[in-house]
């Protein structure tokens, strides 16, 4: 069998708020615990294991999404008021990126984590951010 991604350990200051929130924001279910960890497990079974940490240093989490996915992901991200970016300094606040022929986004979780979701998986050549407005889907 060839190497394949099955978990990771997410450092949180509080696993529940953490768990819930990137959960609520991609549609995606939270638990049942499982020792300390609280799971959230994506539709490719890669399970993001929440754990309790004081010293839950800021990390980076990217997620591929439907296009239609995407859409009620940005419209939970709008109605709650968290701030997104266009890309992965900050910079284009309120706006989305069309990278690679799809769109993302970057926003912080409750515990500081940069997390975005894209629609495209990244290129082999890296390319620079065209920000529009959250609303502009072309």
Known sequence: MAAQLNHLIIPAHDKWKSARFLAGILGLEVGPEWGPFLPVRTSNGVTLDFAESSEAASRHYAFLVSDVEFDVA???????GIECYADFDLAGPGDINHLYG???LYFHDPNGHLLEI?????????????????????
Do not use: N
Not at 120 to 134: A, E, F, L, M, N
């Open 74 to 80: 940005l419209k939970r991200i709008q109605e709650a």
């Open 102 to 104: 799809g769109r993302g």
């Open 118 to 138: 894209i629609t495209q998986p990244y290129g082999p050549v890296p390319q620079k951010s065209h920000p529009v407005t959250p609303h502009s889907h072309g």
